[in-house]
Protein backbone atom coordinates (compact mmCIF):
# COMPACT_ATOMS: atom_id res chain seq x y z
CA UNK A 1 0.00 0.00 0.00
CA UNK A 2 1.48 3.68 -0.73
CA UNK A 3 2.68 5.74 2.39
CA UNK A 4 1.88 9.39 1.97
CA UNK A 5 3.22 11.69 4.22
CA UNK A 6 1.22 14.87 5.38
CA UNK A 7 2.65 18.92 5.34
CA UNK A 8 2.81 18.10 9.25
CA UNK A 9 4.81 14.94 9.11
CA UNK A 10 7.37 16.03 7.30
CA UNK A 11 8.04 19.02 9.18
CA UNK A 12 8.12 16.87 11.84
CA UNK A 13 11.03 14.73 10.39
CA UNK A 14 12.83 17.98 9.95
CA UNK A 15 12.89 19.23 13.26
CA UNK A 16 13.83 15.74 14.59
CA UNK A 17 17.06 16.09 12.30
CA UNK A 18 17.72 19.42 13.65
CA UNK A 19 17.18 18.38 17.21
CA UNK A 20 19.45 15.32 16.69
CA UNK A 21 22.13 17.24 14.61
CA UNK A 22 22.38 19.80 17.94
CA UNK A 23 23.88 16.62 20.08
CA UNK A 24 24.93 14.22 17.38
CA UNK A 25 25.30 15.18 14.15
CA UNK A 26 26.64 12.47 12.84
CA UNK A 27 24.20 10.66 13.62
CA UNK A 28 21.45 12.56 12.97
CA UNK A 29 20.78 11.65 8.79
CA UNK A 30 21.71 7.78 9.63
CA UNK A 31 18.50 7.99 12.48
CA UNK A 32 16.20 10.21 10.29
CA UNK A 33 17.21 7.28 7.47
CA UNK A 34 15.85 4.84 10.13
CA UNK A 35 12.92 6.63 10.73
CA UNK A 36 11.47 7.18 7.17
CA UNK A 37 12.44 3.53 6.44
CA UNK A 38 10.38 2.48 9.46
CA UNK A 39 7.33 5.02 7.80
CA UNK A 40 7.53 3.63 4.60
CA UNK A 41 6.86 0.09 5.75
CA UNK A 42 3.67 1.11 7.48
CA UNK A 43 2.40 0.35 3.93
CA UNK A 44 2.83 -3.16 4.17
CA UNK A 45 2.31 -3.85 8.08
CA UNK A 46 -0.25 -1.01 9.10
CA UNK A 47 -2.62 -3.98 9.33
CA UNK A 48 -0.85 -5.13 12.30
CA UNK A 49 -1.60 -1.90 14.25
CA UNK A 50 -4.95 -1.57 15.50
CA UNK A 51 -6.80 1.87 15.79
CA UNK A 52 -6.09 3.59 19.31
CA UNK A 53 -9.42 3.72 21.50
CA UNK A 54 -7.86 7.02 22.42
CA UNK A 55 -7.70 8.83 18.95
CA UNK A 56 -11.10 6.39 17.38
CA UNK A 57 -12.59 9.22 16.04
CA UNK A 58 -9.39 9.82 14.14
CA UNK A 59 -9.23 6.68 13.41
CA UNK A 60 -5.55 6.69 13.92
CA UNK A 61 -2.93 3.90 14.55
CA UNK A 62 0.52 4.48 15.84
CA UNK A 63 4.10 2.34 15.16
CA UNK A 64 7.23 3.42 16.97
CA UNK A 65 10.84 3.40 15.98
CA UNK A 66 13.05 4.32 19.10
CA UNK A 67 11.74 6.79 21.03
CA UNK A 68 9.37 8.49 18.00
CA UNK A 69 5.78 7.23 17.45
CA UNK A 70 4.42 7.31 14.01
CA UNK A 71 0.69 8.47 13.59
CA UNK A 72 -1.26 7.35 11.07
CA UNK A 73 -4.56 6.44 9.36
CA UNK A 74 -5.70 4.20 6.47
CA UNK A 75 -7.46 5.54 3.57
CA UNK A 76 -8.74 3.73 0.86
CA UNK A 77 -5.50 2.30 -0.52
CA UNK A 78 -2.88 4.57 0.84
CA UNK A 79 -1.38 5.05 4.34
CA UNK A 80 -1.46 8.74 5.27
CA UNK A 81 1.26 9.39 7.92
CA UNK A 82 -0.25 12.72 10.19
CA UNK A 83 2.58 13.51 12.68
CA UNK A 84 5.88 11.56 13.92
CA UNK A 85 6.01 12.69 17.29
CA UNK A 86 8.75 12.26 20.63
CA UNK A 87 6.73 9.49 22.84
CA UNK A 88 8.11 12.35 25.95
CA UNK A 89 5.85 14.75 24.04
CA UNK A 90 1.96 16.10 25.57
CA UNK A 91 0.09 14.51 22.12
CA UNK A 92 -3.04 15.50 23.07
CA UNK A 93 -2.96 18.72 21.87
CA UNK A 94 -0.56 17.82 18.73
CA UNK A 95 -3.48 15.11 17.38
CA UNK A 96 -6.57 16.64 18.18
Not at 7 to 23: T, V
Not at 55 to 82: A, C, D, K, M, P
Amino acid sequence: MKVVLTAKAEDDLIHIADYIARAKPEHAISFIRELRDATLQLGDLHGIYPILSRYENLRLRRGVQGNYLIFFRVHRRQVVVVRILNGAMDLDPLLS
